[in-house]
C-alpha cells in the first residue's frame, strides 16, 4: 500500500444514495465493504463525515435562522451520520470508535489525538463527528484539522465525480480532468476542492488531497494502492 494512515472525507450527501434525504442503508453497507479491503491491507482509516443530507448551517442561516444555532444542528448530524457508518463497519466486521468534538458522552468519545492514534494503531477504525466543535468551520476544515493532528499520508476526499476538472463535468461535457494539480494552480484557476480554510491548510502543512469517486466499487483500494485515480493535488 502507498499509503499507511489515510483520512477519508465522505459528505453527508453520499449517504443519501438515490434517495432525496437521509441515509441509504446500501449504500452504508458498499462503504463498509470498501473501507474492510482496505483496513484488510494494513491501512489506518480515520473518516470524517459531513452532515448535509440531514442539515446544512449556511442553508438554514439563509432562511432566517441564526447561523450560530444553525451550524450546531450541522454538528449534531454529523454525529447521527457517524453512528450510522459506525454500525455499517461494524456490521462487516470492522472495530471502530467514534469521537465527537462536541461532547456527547453517551454515544461518542470526545476527540482526544492521542487516544485517536493510539485506535489507529491497534487497527480500529476512527470516525470523527461533529465536526471542529466551532460554527462557521465546515467538515472540511475538519477533516484537514484532523488529518494533520493525527499525521494521516493523505487526505482522500470521497466525491460523486471522478476527480478535479475545469469545469463542472455534471454541467459541461467538454470538460477537462486533471489526474494532477498543484495547489497553487488550484488557487489559480478558481478550482473548488474544500473551502478556501480547509484548502489553505492543507497547503500550509503540505497535505496531499486526492479526489476520486467514492460511489465506483474498489476505487478506495486503487487510491490506496498508489494507481492513478481520481485527481491528486500535491506541492
Known sequence: MKYKR???KLSGEALMGNRQYGIDPERLSEYAQDIKAITD???EVAIVIGGGNIFRGVA???NG???VQGDHMGMLATVINGLALQSALEDAGLPTRLQSAVHINQVAEPFIRRKAMRHLEKGRVVIFGGGTGNPYFTTDSAAVLRAIEIEADVILKGTRVD???NTDPEKDTNAVKFNFISFEDV???GLKVMDTTAFTLSQENQ???IVFDMNKKGNLLKVVS???VGTEVNI
Open 187 to 189: 488557487l489559480r484557476k
Open 6 to 8: 489515510i483520512l477519508l
Open 163 to 165: 476527480g478535479i476538472y
Open 226 to 228: 498508489g494507481e492513478k
Open 60 to 62: 438554514g442561516a439563509s
Open 41 to 43: 491491507k494494513g491501512v
Open 207 to 209: 497535505l496531499p488531497i
Open 65 to 67: 435562522m441564526d447561523r
